[in-house]
């Protein structure tokens, strides 16, 4: 493994010769280095493009126009031109604060409803994906809470006390992988007691609590 850094390292220098710190790009591209401590299961740029893609055309227009959207006397001209409601521009005329307000209220709204009290309807249901991806792995008992897992032609180490896999997957997303799955089903143990606190429905409200005030027109 330190050899395949140390050869990362080198096409790195030759790919960026002016990059005075390999270990500051590694922590941007490389998984080794990525920060555990973030606990995030998307490590892409996907939602920068998805919110890019929402802008669309109007993306270039002044600052004040994307947060605050179109004034009434624009909105008047603006029905005589049917072509211009398209999906990205209906995001302009409305504003990106009011849709976050609007999305951050919605959101705080339908968490209110949810029956269960430990983690998020959706990690729910990863987890259960996750159990049943972990069917293809056998698992042995070396210690106290610590497994060996093998799945397919690899051996991975698993230990429960520390919540770790050596795959890393489950350090960096705080969700355990497949081969954590298998070691906690085999120790008779519930998966979701396993996921990180930033993933429980507590954390969920604290995130959406806050509310984006409405600011009246100055008319």
Not at 140 to 169: M, R
């Amino acid at each position: 493994q330190e050899v395949l850094l140390q050869a990362l390292e080198c096409q790195f220098k030759e790919c960026f010769p002016r990059a005075k710190d390999v270990a500051i790009v590694l922590s941007r591209w490389s998984k080794n280095k990525f920060d555990a401590s973030l606990k995030c299961d998307v490590n892409n740029t996907n939602f920068v493009e998805s919110f890019d893609s929402t802008l669309g055309v109007d993306r270039c227009r002044p600052i004040l126009t994307l947060l605050e959207g179109k004034n009434p006397n624009q909105l008047i001209l603006m029905l005589f031109n049917l072509n211009y409601f398209t999906n990205t521009n209906l995001f302009v005329l409305t504003g990106i604060r009011r849709v976050s307000m609007v999305r951050m209220a919605t959101r705080r709204e339908n968490c209110k409803k949810w029956e269960r009290t430990n983690i998020c309807p959706n990690i729910v249901k990863r987890v259960q994906f996750l159990c049943n991806e972990s069917r293809t792995c056998l698992a042995y008992q070396s210690g106290p809470w610590e497994f060996l897992i093998v799945d397919a032609k690899s051996t991975i180490s698993v230990s429960l006390n520390n919540h770790t896999c050596i795959c890393n997957a489950w350090q960096l997303f705080g969700i355990p992988c497949k081969h954590g799955m298998r070691a906690i089903l085999y120790a008779g143990l519930d998966p979701q007691t396993y996921v990180h606190e930033w993933y429980s429905i507590k954390r969920y409200k604290m995130a959406y609590g806050s509310a984006i005030n409405a600011i009246p027109d100055k008319d």
